[in-house]
């Protein structure tokens, strides 16, 4: 369980835009600067003197991705997303120049990766292990084979498949290296290897799934914060070669306005935070997040010579 306090939050947030701008990223000249850290220092004050957020803290549940996945099965296809927003057209670059094979969706959830490489003419197989998140992946994708598996034991024989897509699910796993060894495994060599994954400066910032569970009680998945050096330690012994890393960012865009007060600007729900207390701090936000890497993507290949099979 975990104990989520929104003036705990928005202190963060002030504190990481005044980091950026201590180290130089805000402001053309230093009376900029100042001006942009003395409006933050005077939202800390007004924050803290802002007796609503006194006792609006939550106590949240944690839970395993596959409970999580389950309750989240309902309305994960919904538009709004913008992590699969920003994620997806990457991938899908990447993906629509690979050679036609048998692909694997590994954690397909509900197959929009199936989908898309059902499309492009490839055999494609999804595992996943919520049933919930398979059943929609049928109805979605009927061309393709999808079986009930773990990451960590995938329903493959070894070299089974051309091509293997992992997409925002590794930060629910809680060591990588048993996980790629299994992508190794069942991916003949020469294949490829696409995963993309939350970036740890988003969840840093709190972006972790939410869901509610049966008894209304907020709860939010398990996540992990990884750094490069942690994906490329788990698979790089295993005989794979690195083509392309991208790790696309917030846009810049405009600063908002400071609305100089926090009277009258609603928390909003438990199941929209923390984004939706950035209302209340909306410039300290915007120079929180902006040109903050949102999604890590890479694209391996295996380079493992067919005498080793």
């Known amino acids: 369980m975990n104990y989520e306090h929104p003036l705990a939050y928005l202190l963060g947030v002030e504190g990481l835009a005044l980091l950026r701008?201590?180290?130089?990223?805000?402001?053309?000249?230093?009376?900029?600067?100042?001006?942009?850290?003395?409006?933050?220092?005077a939202e800390v004050r007004r924050l803290l003197a802002d007796g609503s957020l006194a006792g609006a803290a939550v106590e949240v549940d944690s839970v395993g991705h596959a409970d999580g996945y389950k309750i989240w099965s309902k309305t994960y296809d919904e538009p709004g997303n913008g992590l699969i927003d920003t994620e997806e057209p990457l991938v899908r670059e990447i993906l629509s120049g690979l050679p036609k094979g048998i692909a694997l969706d590994a954690a397909c959830g509900t197959g929009r990766y199936a989908e898309f490489l059902a499309a492009q003419g490839h055999q494609v197989i999804g595992v996943d292990g919520t049933p919930e998140m398979l059943a929609r992946a049928r109805q979605r994708v009927p061309t393709a084979e999808f079986?009930?598996?773990?990451l960590h034991r995938l329903p493959l024989g070894d070299n089974a498949v051309d091509l293997v897509v992992c997409a925002l699910a590794l930060t629910h796993v809680a060591d990588l290296a048993p996980v790629m060894a299994e992508f190794a495994r069942v991916l003949r060599p020469g294949g490829h290897l696409v995963l993309s994954d939350c970036h740890q400066e988003l969840i840093l910032r709190g972006a972790i799934p939410n869901v509610v569970g049966g008894d209304g009680r907020p709860a939010r998945l398990s996540a992990?914060?990884?750094l490069a050096s942690d994906y490329l330690n788990a698979i790089?012994?295993?005989g794979f070669r690195l083509l392309r890393c991208e790790e696309p960012r917030w846009p810049r865009g405009e600063p908002p306005q400071d609305p100089g007060s926090t009277e009258g600007i609603p928390l909003g729900p438990w199941q929209g935070w923390p984004?939706?207390?950035g209302a209340l701090a909306p410039v300290a936000a915007w120079a929180t997040n902006v040109d903050t890497p949102i999604a890590v993507i890479w694209h391996f290949r295996s380079d493992r010579p067919a005498a080793e099979l």
């Open 236 to 238: 790089l012994p295993l």
């Open 147 to 150: 079986l009930d598996g773990d």
């Open 224 to 226: 992990h914060r990884r």
């Open 275 to 277: 984004w939706s207390l």
């Open 21 to 41: 701008a201590y180290a130089g990223e805000f402001g053309k000249d230093p009376d900029e600067t100042r001006a942009f850290v003395e409006a933050r220092i």
